[in-house]
């Protein structure tokens, strides 16, 4: 089955600095979706990308698509403190379950 | 309601008991997800049901596991003879029909198998 994969694992960055994590898919998708987890719990999410979109923006969130490379990259401009969470792609087909990578652990020291 | 509600938040159990966590979607949702995640480790897929449909059970983990939704809404996820392995996150999801719309998460059930 389709499979996203984030890179790195986890990230360290000075506050103000930008975070960039990678994801990588096997397989075709319609659309790309990025989730944000705090603590453990449940998932917030962040952006959707479609198949045929390239690059889209959302806030101090970037968000590109390469379905040549499959592959997508989330952005996180002026990172904040409170941006410190575990960030996960998914892969998404109509009528199928999302498939989630083991995702980023981002930290953003004050 | 408003959002995707679990219960119990928290649950401890003792090896070999069973276990039932309960999952409220988003009312009108008609794709409901459970997925499994371990402490600091990504999300796993259990089952997916979608409508009327047959569900997608391809993730259950053993036997011991199932789930059913009532009526299109509410969905039970049932662990019998619980092991010391089942502890984890499990978290639930719904969304509406048609591809590209936003899934929503709930908090999760905390179990915890002693």
């Known amino acids: 089955s389709q499979q996203g994969e984030e890179d790195p694992q986890a990230l360290s960055i000075q506050e103000g600095e930008n975070a960039t994590m990678n994801c990588s898919y096997k397989t075709s998708i319609n659309n790309l979706q990025w989730y944000r987890q705090n603590s453990g719990r449940g998932l917030v999410h962040l952006i959707l990308?479609?198949?045929?979109?390239r690059e889209k923006h959302s806030g101090r969130l970037r968000v590109t698509l390469d379905t040549s490379k499959k592959s997508s990259s989330l952005l996180i401009t002026a990172s904040r403190a409170a941006d410190t969470a575990s960030y996960f792609c998914a892969t998404d087909q109509l009528n199928t379950p999302l498939v989630f990578g083991k995702g980023t652990r981002l930290s953003v020291i004050a | 309601g408003a959002g995707v509600s679990q219960s119990p938040s928290n649950k401890v159990t003792e090896k070999g008991k069973d276990v039932e966590l309960r999952c409220d979607p988003i009312?009108?949702?008609?794709?409901l997800y459970w997925y499994r995640q371990s402490l600091g480790q990504g999300l796993e897929f259990l089952i997916y049901?979608?409508?009327?449909?047959?569900?997608?059970k391809s993730g259950l983990p053993s036997d011991r596991f199932s789930a059913e939704r009532t009526g299109g809404s509410v969905s039970t996820l049932t662990i019998q003879r619980t092991q010391q392995e089942d502890s984890a996150v499990y978290l639930c999801?719904?969304?509406?029909?048609?591809?590209?719309?936003?899934?929503?998460f709930g908090e999760g059930s905390w179990l915890t198998v002693v």
């Open positions: 049901f979608q409508g009327n449909s047959a569900p997608d």
């Open positions: 999801a719904s969304r509406a029909s048609g591809a590209g719309n936003t899934i929503y």
């Open positions: 990308i479609r198949s045929n979109e």
């Open positions: 009312s009108g949702h008609t794709a």
